[in-house]
């Protein structure tokens, strides 16, 4: 494990315990083996693009500086759009959380709604028709709008999603004007886009997903389903080879299984492929493959272009940092960037929850309605809004 990192988990025992309530901003990362908690801003990376991160990074850790030599923070889904990334104060070792009991009270506003978004995805499934050559795949994303009658507290719902331990939480304060209330990017992402440690890289896309079943015996044909349906392999194997062809000119020995294997959330079933290279340049730094990679046909559709343009055109919510990614990197290179998804924008009393499927030839409105509704799951029930009365927005 890296030293830098090494510092932010509870196996150091020179890390800064920090209970103090109120200190912002708090950037939580709790990934499977260990949990990055950073605390407080330093200094901010100069904002910019995806394609200028790797040149910004390097120019922010050869400066003189104090404190951690590490960045953490969000890319934005659009690739163009500025990045929000900035070096902590210091590293906490993680603290206990509390999970208190669920206090909802509210409505939950689907926008767009759910006819809209299935007319949406009938104009996607007409361009896939009309010209397959040109657009193999798109992801349309859609969103609920939570309006509570007291404040949401975002490190609580951080909580309430890290009981899965499937997935890496995360809490991230996000760039507000200064009139606005604090805002904040809350999710539990089951996909790792990419991991660098000296040489190694490491991504596990996930690409074809399931609703899960409360019933063990349905579960399991729910599993077996989805890994013998044609048309999320399909899906899934767009996914795999834009990764490994960005991959390409930076690495060598990229091992990529020819077929997918099952990957669980507490909610949802996926497909998955654990991809592993090795870099042909040691110097090559995690900021570079991020902009080699992001954002890949799984939250966007290939030909990446064509995609981005579908998805400005038809969803009528901005994505914004939803479907970006969110990590670390050091001044060596290092980092964990996962994908920011199965997440909801927190600010004040309302959260706005987001969720997206792809779609493909053999895509069925329907389903890709029923899709959404089920990658909602996670964060309704960590909000205790699982219960609260659904409304439609009829705006078109």
């Not at 604090?182 to 790792?192: F, K, N, R």
């Not at 706005?352 to 990658?375: H, M, N, Y």
Request: aromatic fraction near 4%.
């Amino acid at each position: 494990m890296n030293d830098t990192l090494r510092q932010a988990t509870s196996f150091d025992d020179a890390a800064v315990e920090v209970n103090e309530p109120g200190t912002t901003p708090q950037f939580l990362l709790r990934m499977p083996e260990h949990t990055l908690d950073a605390r407080g801003c330093r200094a901010c990376l100069p904002r910019g693009g995806t394609r200028t991160l790797a040149a910004r990074a390097q120019a922010f850790f050869a400066s003189p500086q104090q404190g951690p030599a590490l960045l953490v923070g969000m890319l934005p889904f659009d690739p163009a759009a500025d990045d929000a990334l900035h070096q902590p104060q210091w590293l906490a070792t993680a603290a206990t959380d509390s999970v208190a009991p669920p206090l909802f009270r509210g409505e939950v506003c689907a926008e767009p709604s759910a006819a809209v978004y299935a007319d949406a995805v009938e104009q996607a499934l007409q361009a896939l028709r009309g010209q397959p050559a040109a657009l193999a795949k798109v992801v349309l994303a859609r969103t609920l709008r939570v309006q509570a009658t007291a404040p949401l507290d975002p490190r609580e719902l951080a909580a309430r999603l890290g009981r899965d331990p499937s997935v890496t939480t995360y809490l991230m304060p996000l760039p507000v004007a200064g009139s606005e209330a604090p805002a904040w990017l809350v999710g539990a992402s089951p996909e790792l886009l990419v991991s660098r440690r000296g040489r190694q890289v490491l991504s596990h896309p996930l690409a074809g997903s399931a609703r899960r079943c409360t019933d063990p015996a349905d579960d399991a044909r729910a599993a077996q389903a989805l890994l013998a349906s044609g048309k999320d392999h399909d899906e899934h194997r767009h996914v795999v080879e834009a990764i490994v062809d960005a991959l390409a000119p930076w690495c060598t020995h990229i091992d990529a299984p020819s077929r997918p294997t099952l990957h669980a959330t507490q909610s949802m079933w996926h497909l998955g492929t654990r991809i592993e290279a090795t870099l042909r340049d040691s110097a090559t730094p995690v900021a570079t493959l991020l902009a080699a990679l992001h954002p890949t046909p799984a939250v966007c559709g290939t030909p990446r272009g064509v995609a981005l343009d579908m998805i400005r055109s038809l969803e009528p919510v901005p994505r914004g940092f939803y479907a970006g990614a969110v990590g670390w990197m050091d001044a060596q290179g290092d980092g964990d960037w996962y994908v920011a998804i199965r997440c909801a924008r927190v600010q004040g009393m309302q959260a706005r929850i987001f969720a997206g499927a792809g779609i493909v030839a053999g895509s069925e409105p329907a389903l890709e309605v029923a899709e959404t509704a089920a990658k909602f799951t996670a964060l309704l029930t960590a909000l205790g809004a699982d219960a609260a009365p659904l409304t439609d927005s009829r705006r078109s």
